[in-house]
């Protein structure tokens, strides 16, 4: 396909690309030969290949939370974090290239803006109906991501597709276990920061 260029409009094509075949394959020659224009024209719009990984990452950011907003509304306790869950997981199923675009490393500043900390705030609002003590939440927080996209990870990969039961079962028992997880959360514990701060003899 051939298109009139612009910074969204590359951004766009590059998301594309990454669905259709991968975000590993998603190089600036790539991005130009799949909008249909010389590789030199997308350095009017983008600086280069990281500049692009990076509005790619902050767009598909910005996607993701927006489902999520829209899976979260009217929706407490376990329903929350289900759909939460699920929205990672079908969007991941739908967009594998945008959901892989989310998990690129972000610089401090790129990392502050936009879909990132919306998506943190959203996993936060389902973590407060849990009466998490506040010093807890950013553990659960990476908890959660960690065992969602941990999951979707794998899924992805065909670890799942060789043995039983189903990955369905197995996702549904994840969120009840998080469910239990969250609703008897262990109490701090101190021997680490204990070890950190004894002085060697």
Do not use: C
């Not at 941990?150 to 197995?170: A, N, R, T, Y």
């Amino acid at each position: 396909m051939r298109i009139g260029l612009t910074p969204e409009r590359v951004v766009d094509t590059a998301l594309e690309l990454a669905d259709a075949s991968g975000l590993q394959n998603v190089t600036m020659t790539g991005v130009a030969q799949y909008a249909g224009v010389k590789t030199a024209s997308l350095y009017a719009h983008v600086r280069d290949l990281n500049d692009l990984k990076t509005r790619m990452a902050l767009s598909s950011l910005d996607e993701l939370a927006d489902h999520a907003a829209e899976a979260l509304a009217g929706r407490a306790g376990k329903n929350a974090l289900a759909a939460l869950g699920n929205t990672y997981r079908d969007y991941a199923r739908a967009h594998p290239g945008r959901y892989a675009a989310t998990r690129i490393p972000l610089d401090h500043t790129s990392a502050a803006t936009g879909g990132g900390p919306r998506n943190t705030d959203l996993t936060g609002a389902v973590l407060r109906e849990y009466q998490l003590p506040e010093a807890e939440r950013p553990h659960a927080t990476r908890v959660l991501g960690a065992t969602f996209h941990g999951f979707i990870s794998l899924e992805q990969s065909g670890s799942f597709s060789h043995s039983s039961p189903g990955s369905d079962v197995s996702w549904q028992r994840t969120i009840d276990a998080l469910d239990a997880m969250l609703r008897h959360w262990p109490e701090p514990s101190h021997t680490l920061n204990a070890s950190h701060n004894e002085n060697p003899a």
